[in-house]
């Protein structure tokens, strides 16, 4: 995305970072996160690279290591949160798209990217996820679904710019498997079988 629009969407996290672990607390959204969990975390595995890792929602529900674990989060503020409650984990303030250009060759078991983060992604990137990949590694990436947008934190200028950017079509050339999971498109390469049917 533009660095205007990144730049927004960074201030826009800084703020929320406040009262995020609140604004998600409750049963209705601990429920999605156990649901998600229950496809994801049996995948989670070796070194684990957390996209977009927010206030450390995988760590809360994922036992790692502390030296397989990078996150990398261009919201100082949510970085904070996750340092506060996972301190020694390394995180790296960053988006995505500029940390993919400075550390070129690390590679991973796990990719992830959840509730909404990949979203946010340049589309230029989405094939840059992939070379991150060992040959066995899966990676679980959720975009937000077409024609959904987080509107609580949003004004509908800012959604319009979104939906606009993001490139459904490339998404379903450039992953092995999509499927929609609550409001959100998830790009998978973990085997159909064990993916709720489409
Ligand atoms: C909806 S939150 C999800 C946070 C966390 N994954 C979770 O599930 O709780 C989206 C996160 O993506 C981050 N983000 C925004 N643009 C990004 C980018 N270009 N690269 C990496 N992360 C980004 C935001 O700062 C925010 O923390």
Known sequence: MSGSE?????????????NYDDHYASAEFQEEDLALFKIASPWIRGKV?????????????????????????PSAGMLEKLAAKFPGFTTV??????????????????????FGAPAYFA?????EILQRLTPKGH?????????????????????????????????????????IFTNYLVASNIPKEFLPAR
């Open 93 to 114: 303030n960053s988006t995505f798209e500029q940390w993919n250009e400075i550390d070129k060759d690390s590679k991973f078991d796990t990719i992830l990217g959840l």
């Open 139 to 179: 990676y679980f990436l959720m975009f937000y679904k077409p024609g959904y947008f987080p509107a609580h934190i949003y004004t509908p200028e800012d959604i319009e710019a979104a939906k606009a950017r993001i490139d459904y079509d490339l998404i379903n050339s450039t992953f092995e498997t999509t499927f």
């Open 123 to 127: 589309k230029e990137s989405y094939a």
């Open 6 to 18: 990144q730049d927004r969407v960074q201030a826009i996290y800084d703020e929320f970072a406040k």
């Open 49 to 73: 690279l957390d996209l977009g890792c927010g206030t450390g929602l995988t760590l809360s529900y994922n036992d790692i290591n502390k030296d397989a674990y990078l996150g990398v989060d």
